[in-house]
């Protein structure tokens, strides 16, 4: 009885061993994770107007309502929405797609703006192609109609904008006398939108959020830690030697069966060993 307690408390240890391991690399691979991610995202981001990239893919969070509805009153992407963004080839684009743009604005100056393609056009003096962009909240905000912003595919030379009514004398898309609020520089096309994103995007944007993602994992491991060696302490030397003692031999000894068994456990095999073969022998001779 004694025996079989004595194994299944051996059992229960050896599987909390392994759960600590377990939960120890668990632990250790989301601090590396959040780490990562903090540093991919301070590296992305400063050479992409503030927005970080991940693989490819820019995360980003609706800051103004003018994308908020369409015309009709239907929800499109709210404040506080993340935004999951691609940023296929800028000649893919098409009308009616949704894009980010780094807009260079008369009041206040560069801004991250998510707005609806209305238009494509040529520059008459460059030639260059441009996409013109409009909020399309006019459900709330009717104003929104006469504004649009140009995007183009790269940096202008110009650094600062002042708004001005269109008058390229081509009506084909309703763009004369509309003010054109900004130019921009294409950034991305919206992928997907999501609420739970923009939420923990902005929580992990807090310098608090991201102390605690580290913070507390790494306060497990050392409590983990500290509770291994306070148990070692409390352990008797004897109990000690047996067990550690044990396994060295057993891993200085791996081709010795014998090693990592104490001298009683070692007295018993062999007990058993003879008795077995005894028990062999009157067998062979019984036949």
């Known amino acids: 009885m004694e025996e079989q307690v004595k194994k299944e408390t051996n059992k229960k240890k050896g599987a909390w061993k392994i759960i600590e391991k377990i939960l120890d690399w668990v632990v ?12 991919i995202s301070l590296a992305t981001s400063r050479s992409n107007y503030g927005v970080p990239s991940f693989f490819g893919l820019q995360i980003s969070v609706v800051a103004t309502d003018s994308m908020a509805y369409d015309a009709s009153g239907k929800e499109v992407y709210p404040v506080g929405d993340g935004l999951i963004i691609k940023k296929p080839s800028f ?19 560069g801004t991250v703006t998510v707005h609806r393609i209305i238009a494509k ?17 006019s459900y709330k905000h009717s104003t929104i109609l006469n504004q649009v912003q140009k995007v183009y595919e790269t940096e202008s030379d110009s650094t600062y904008f002042t708004s001005y009514k269109n008058k390229t004398g081509n009506d084909k898309y309703g763009l004369d006398n509309k003010e054109v609020t900004a130019y921009g520089v294409y950034m991305g096309k919206v992928a997907s939108s999501s609420k739970a994103l923009g939420g923990f995007y902005t929580a992990m944007k807090q310098p608090w959020a991201v102390i605690l993602m580290i913070f507390i994992p790494c306060l497990i491991i050392a409590g983990t830690s500290i509770a291994d060696i306070i148990k070692l302490k409390k352990t008797p030397d004897e109990e000690l030697e047996k067990e550690y003692g044990d396994q060295s031999k057993k891993k200085d000894n791996p081709d010795d069966p014998l090693a990592g068994l104490s001298e009683e456990e070692k007295k018993k095999l062999k007990q058993e060993m003879v008795e077995k073969m005894l028990k062999d022998q009157q067998e062979k001779g019984g036949k």
């Open 121 to 137: 056009e040529t520059d008459a003096s460059s030639s260059k192609t441009y996409f013109v962009c409009q909020g399309t909240n």
């Open 28 to 39: 250790g691979i989301f601090v590396v994770f959040i780490a990562a991610i903090e540093i």
């Open 91 to 109: 000649s893919s684009l098409a009308i009616g797609d949704d894009i980010t743009f780094y807009g260079y604005y008369n009041d206040i100056g």
